[in-house]
């Protein structure tokens, strides 16, 4: 398993991932419901949205066309209520999949993963 920390805005990495289930596929299923899922968080307010935790094994860019990736990391804005409205759907998202919310929030930044 190779996993790379370096991080990619999300947009442009999904649009340009050929593997059909580039991101949380447990989640999102199909890449394309992970970049709306960016595009809500942007529409929100979202200063950035990057792409981290990929996993770029030769076997599953060759059998699945890309590589696949599980985590984001959101940039927060500075306006209070853009923030609270990305917070909240952060924590909606983090309590689903039964994971303690505060552990992934900062002051500036979210962390989203899925398992």
Known sequence: MV???RRYEARQWLQTNANKYAFAGNRFGETINALNFVEDLYALGARKVEVTNIFNEKWRIRENGGPYADTLIVTLPDDPGQRYDLIELAT???EQEGFPTESYFSERR???WWD
Request: aromatic share 0%; proline share 0%; hydrophobic share 55%.
């Open 110 to 112: 979210l962390i989203l």
């Open 92 to 94: 909606a998202e983090m």
């Open 3 to 5: 996993r790379r920390r």
